[in-house]
C-alpha cells in the first residue's frame, strides 16, 4: 500500500506564494515520475508540472516562470513552489507519482502503480 499526502495548501492574495509538498509513504522500491495536477471548479484535471527522477522538469505554460518542482528521492517528497500566483490558479492540487512497490497482500513486485494524493486546495483571492 502507498499513500501519498499533501500539505502547503491555503487562501493567498494574488502575487504571493505557497510551497506544496507531498510525502510518499509505504511500500516503495522506488518512484519515478513526480507530477503535479490540478482541478479548478468545473474544470478537468489539468497537468501542472512533472520531475523525472533524475530532475527533468516540464511545465504547463500558464505556470512557467512562477512554478518550480523539485524532489528529494531520499525522503520521496515532491515539493511545488509557487510564486507570483494568480486567481485562475485556485484548484484543488494533486501529487501524482509512479511507484516500484508490491501488489497489495502479496509478494510480487507491481512496476509502475499510478499513485495519487486526496489533494489540497489553493485559493487566490484578487
Request: hydrophobic share 35%; charged share 20%; glycine share 12%.
Amino acid at each position: 500500500q502507498v499513500q501519498l499526502v499533501e500539505s502547503g495548501g491555503g487562501l493567498v492574495q494574488a502575487g504571493g506564494s505557497l510551497r506544496l509538498s507531498c510525502a510518499a509513504s509505504g511500500t516503495i522500491f522506488s518512484i519515478n515520475g513526480m507530477g503535479w495536477y490540478r482541478q479548478a471548479p468545473g474544470k478537468q484535471r489539468e497537468l501542472v508540472a512533472t520531475i523525472t527522477r533524475g530532475g527533468n522538469t516540464k511545465y504547463v505554460d500558464s505556470v512557467k516562470g512562477r512554478f518550480t518542482i523539485s524532489r528529494d528521492n531520499a525522503k520521496n517528497t515532491v515539493y511545488l513552489q509557487m510564486n507570483s500566483l494568480k486567481p485562475e490558479d485556485t484548484a484543488v492540487y494533486y501529487c501524482n507519482a509512479e511507484v516500484d512497490t508490491i501488489v497489495e497482500g502479496t509478494t510480487a513486485a507491481y512496476y509502475g502503480k499510478d499513485c495519487w494524493g486526496k489533494g489540497t486546495l489553493v485559493a487566490v483571492s484578487s
